[in-house]
């Protein structure tokens, strides 16, 4: 079935009439088919100009916040490594037989284990810069 068409009366300048008229020159081309064509990649072009006015600000919002989040995390990954070499450098690995040694650490490490998934759970960050108090304002100063 063949979608309704509706008749529009156009003024277009010479220059562009002899241009559209060598190319409607072509078999099997219509000067309409063009001009709906051309319009059609127009608005389309405008809609998506106006999605991209419409939601830039909000992208480039949402890229810098991600930026941020990418280089905490870098930084987190490197203080983690850099903590960890440290710690296997100056501690001595515990003697096999030292089985109460072993219980002390696993204890420990079962409650850092607990520790990181209460504060995970109830949302609380260890280092929260924005609840920080200013330098100076603190009980100790």
């Known amino acids: 079935m063949r979608a309704r068409r509706i008749r529009h009366q156009l003024f277009l300048p010479e220059d562009l009439s002899k241009r559209l008229e060598a190319l409607a020159a072509r078999p099997g081309v219509s000067r309409s088919s063009i001009l709906a064509d051309a319009?059609?990649?127009w608005l389309n072009r405008r809609a998506?100009?106006?999605l991209?006015?419409?939601f830039c600000g909000r992208l480039d919002r949402h890229s810098l916040a991600l930026g941020r989040i990418e280089r905490d995390g870098h930084v987190l990954l490197e203080s983690?490594?850099?903590f960890i070499r440290?710690?296997?450098m100056i501690n001595a690995p515990l003697p096999e037989g030292d089985q109460a040694a072993r219980a002390v650490g696993r204890?420990?490490?079962n409650a850092f284990v607990a520790r990181v998934g209460e504060a995970l759970a109830s949302g609380r960050r260890t280092f929260d810069y924005s609840a920080a108090e200013p330098r100076g304002?603190?009980?100790g100063s």
């Open 80 to 82: 983690l490594a850099l």
């Open 86 to 88: 440290y710690e296997l």
């Open 137 to 139: 304002t603190g009980a």
């Open 52 to 54: 991209e006015e419409r």
């Open 39 to 41: 319009l059609t990649a």
């Open 48 to 50: 998506a100009g106006e």
């Open 107 to 109: 204890d420990r490490f």
